[in-house]
C-alpha cells in the first residue's frame, strides 16, 4: 500500500534551521507532484510548497525566499530546507502526494502522519 514518511522535524530557535524529508513507499516518487503543509493547534491546515513532476517549485508567500522544495538524486526523497525560521513556522509539517500541482488540500491524494517543527528561545 502507499506509505508516507515525514522526518527532521524537532525545536530550533527562531532564525535557526531545518530540513525535513518525505520517503515514501508503494509509488514512485518522481511520477507525482509533492507537496508541503503545516497545521497549528487550532488553526487550518495551510499550505507551504509543492515541487512539480518536473522540479519546478512553488511556495506559499509566508515562506517564499526561506523555505527550498527539493528532491534527491534518485527520486525518492523530497526535501523541505527551512531556514529563517520564526515562531509562527510552529506546526505539525505534512507532505503529500497529488495528481495536481497545488497547494491546495483538498487537492492531495495520499498524506503522511506529521512530523512537529517547533521554534522557540
Known amino acids: 500500500q502507499v506509505q508516507l514518511v515525514e522526518s527532521g522535524g524537532g525545536l530550533v530557535q527562531p532564525g535557526g534551521s531545518l530540513r525535513l524529508s518525505c520517503t515514501g513507499s508503494?509509488?514512485?516518487?518522481?511520477?507525482?507532484?509533492i507537496a508541503w503543509f503545516r497545521q497549528a493547534p487550532g488553526k487550518e491546515r495551510e499550505g507551504v510548497s509543492c515541487?512539480?513532476?518536473?522540479?519546478?517549485?512553488l511556495y506559499a508567500d509566508s515562506v517564499k525566499g526561506r523555505f527550498t522544495i527539493s528532491r534527491d538524486n534518485t527520486k525518492t526523497t523530497v526535501y523541505l530546507q527551512m531556514n529563517s525560521l520564526k515562531p509562527e513556522d510552529t506546526a505539525v509539517y505534512y507532505c503529500?502526494?497529488?495528481?495536481?500541482?497545488?497547494?491546495?488540500?483538498?487537492?492531495?491524494?495520499?498524506w503522511g502522519q506529521g512530523t512537529q517543527v517547533t521554534v522557540s528561545s
Open positions: 508503494g509509488l514512485t516518487l518522481d511520477s507525482y507532484h
Open positions: 503529500a502526494v497529488s495528481y495536481s500541482y497545488s497547494i491546495n488540500p483538498n487537492s492531495m491524494a495520499y
Open positions: 515541487i512539480s513532476r518536473g522540479g519546478v517549485p
